[in-house]
């Protein structure tokens, strides 16, 4: 069965630091993969994807996620927060053929502080 | 514009009074699901459908009910709620057949309720 491991519970950086928040999965296969941003009080945004080919992923928003199929990692980066940056984000997987679940993560919750 | 709606965003009710969330979306997509979040716990995803009048239980669908006789909708249904499932609800919908780069799954505003 797919499952998703987010270490973090939360981080705090400084605005204009970089950032890396986890994700490690278990599947058989290459998975799809997913990372979503949920602002306070917002709903799910998807940041980015990867389904093949370029194993770094960019985003919206300035982010981007590498796919290291040895280490059963997605982990998610930015060169330099914003204090808007501040929110939960969720990693997630799903199988390519589609017709299961995404599976997520519990979250990370990223504080940014002046 | 690519939209998943639900109603109402906010709910307050009591022990035992039947509601329905409802869901809908324009994006022509087979699959849906509902998922409820709380702290410390994530998402789980509560019910899923394939496709109409296909649907399946998630990971905690104890005291839900779902159904989909139409594409565009999924309404979540608590037959008798109770104080633990004050919880906040999102619905999504996916377009895991469109398959590659195009399955994304989108998820609509969320639902707060609370129920004494």
């Known amino acids: 069965a797919q499952s998703v491991t987010q270490p973090d519970i939360h981080i705090t950086v400084s605005e204009g630091a970089s950032l890396e928040l986890r994700c490690n999965y278990s599947y058989g296969a290459t998975p799809y993969l997913f990372w979503y941003v949920q602002s306070p009080g917002q709903g799910l945004q998807l940041l980015l994807k990867?389904?093949?080919?370029?194993?770094l992923v960019q985003g919206i928003k300035g982010f981007e996620a590498e796919f290291k199929r040895s280490q059963s990692s997605f982990n998610l980066r930015k060169p330099s927060v914003h204090w808007s940056d501040a929110a939960e984000y969720f990693c997630?997987?799903?199988?390519?053929?589609?017709?299961?679940?995404?599976?997520f993560g519990k979250g990370t919750r990223l504080s940014v502080i002046a | 514009e690519a939209q998943v709606t639900q109603n109402p965003r906010y709910l307050i009710t009591v022990t035992g009074k039947k509601l329905t969330v409802t869901c809908s979306q324009n994006?022509?997509?087979?699959?849906m699901s509902w998922y409820r979040q709380d702290p410390g716990l994530g998402l789980r995803q509560i019910y899923y459908?394939?496709?109409?009048?296909?649907?399946d239980k998630g990971d905690v669908p104890e005291g839900y009910k779902v159904s989909r006789k139409e594409k565009r909708n999924f309404p979540l249904i608590l037959e008798s709620p109770s104080p633990n499932q004050t919880s906040l609800y999102f619905c999504?919908?996916?377009?895991?057949?469109?398959?590659?780069?195009?399955?994304?799954?989108?998820f609509g505003p969320g639902t707060r309720l609370t129920v004494l």
């Open positions: 999504a919908s996916r377009s895991w057949r469109a398959g590659g780069g195009r399955d994304t799954q989108y």
């Open positions: 994006m022509n997509h087979e699959y």
């Open positions: 990867y389904f093949s080919g370029d194993t």
């Open positions: 997630a997987v799903g199988a390519p053929s589609g017709n299961t679940p995404l599976v």
């Open positions: 459908s394939m496709n109409v009048e296909v649907t």
